[in-house]
């Protein structure tokens, strides 16, 4: 009996979610072992077309990572929506836009002109990239930049959500087992629309660290706070620290170690906006009742686009700066 079909794909990322996955070392074969690989790019050589030859949802299930930044992006989102079963939006890029989701402060044209003008930039003729070039061998074409990042959830519908940048690979072993015991009869798929291989509390559920002092009266840096007590809340140290706003499924590995969670995991279960979440948790901790004396320590954050919305922006109720709205007028 031929074995269900597998699929991964990258969009607008890093590879780093493809790297989470090979870091699951010998559950890979379990893979290999219960799934015939149909369309793997990093993996396996196979085609475009390959896919498209297949029949409807015939693809069983399909890990997704990176968010949708140009028109093959969202072209490929469609064709593997249609061609597989279960669409999982895998790791942060796909799921909330992540880091290229931070291009959405500035207009497409912005971007570009800044690639193609840094100081380590060797371009004297100012040239930009075109979607359609002539050369002497015919012609060549390259996908266009969309206006914004969006996340896949945004451009087609997605069964299931992988948060994490990347996921664990704990996590990964852990839906892969999952999947396999559904396909022995032995579990049933969670709900439609569930994120799995995660957790449903926050980061400072996980956290070992104590909590108990709540007096900020500044904001620093992780690197001007030495030494860091190795026992107490990092965010109580006046180091901003988005365990109160993030998923938990990673076991806190950060601040475990001694640096503050920056959000990879995403909103936690219930959080409209990871961005307004967190600055409510700062605000807590701040020694102060007088709303401007706040407002000023808050200020003290050094990068707030970062601190807030570095993984969430175009998932956010935002989606993008107002800049990013202008399109092209740059
Ligand atoms: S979620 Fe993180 S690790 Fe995965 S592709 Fe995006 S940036 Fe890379
Ligand atoms: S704020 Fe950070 S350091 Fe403090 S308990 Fe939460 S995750 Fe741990
Ligand atoms: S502690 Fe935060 S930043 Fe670190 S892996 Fe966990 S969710 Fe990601």
């Known amino acids: 009996m031929s074995k269900p079909k597998f699929a991964m794909y990258w969009s607008g990322s890093c590879g780093g979610c493809e790297i989470a996955v090979i870091n699951i070392h010998e559950k890979i074969l379990d893979v290999d072992a219960n799934f015939d690989i149909a369309f793997w790019p990093v993996a396996m050589d196979a085609k475009v077309k390959d896919v498209e030859a297949l029949e409807d949802e015939e693809i069983l299930l399909c890990l997704w990572n990176g968010s949708i930044r140009n ?20 790791g942060s890029c796909a799921t909330e836009g992540c880091v290229p989701g931070l291009g959405n402060l500035f207009p497409v044209a912005e971007l570009i002109d800044t690639a193609y003008t840094t100081l380590t930039t060797d371009n004297p003729d100012n040239i930009r990239p075109q979607t359609v070039t002539q050369v002497p061998e015919g012609e060549i074409t390259i996908p266009a930049m969309k206006d914004r990042v969006h996340t896949l959830a945004q451009v087609v519908d997605v069964d299931y959500f992988m948060p994490g940048c990347p996921p664990e690979s ?27 291989g995660a957790g449903h509390s926050t980061v400072c559920e996980e956290c070992p660290r104590q909590r108990n002092v709540k007096a900020i009266k500044a904001f620093r840096r992780i690197q001007d706070v030495a030494p860091l007590d190795p026992e107490l809340c990092i965010l109580e140290q006046g180091v901003p620290c988005n365990g109160p706003a993030t998923r938990s499924g990673c076991k806190a590995r950060c601040p475990s170690v001694g640096a503050q969670c920056i959000g990879c995991y995403g909103p936690a279960e219930g959080v409209v906006d990871y961005g307004a979440r967190l600055v409510t948790a700062f605000a807590s901790v701040i020694d102060s009742r007088d709303p401007e004396e706040i407002e000023q320590i808050l200020d003290g954050i050094p990068d707030p686009a970062g601190q807030f919305y570095r993984f969430n922006l175009a998932d956010s109720l935002f989606q993008a700066g107002a800049s990013a709205f202008k399109k092209n007028e740059v």
Request: net charge neutral; charged share 25%; no cysteine.
């Open 71 to 90: 028109e093959e992006n969202e072209h490929m989102a469609h064709l593997l929506r249609k061609k597989s079963k279960l669409l999982v939006s895998f």
């Open 170 to 196: 704990h996590q990964i072993a852990a839906v892969i087992d999952l999947v396999i015991e559904v396909l022995q009869g032995k579990a049933e798929l969670p709900p439609k629309g569930a994120v799995i």
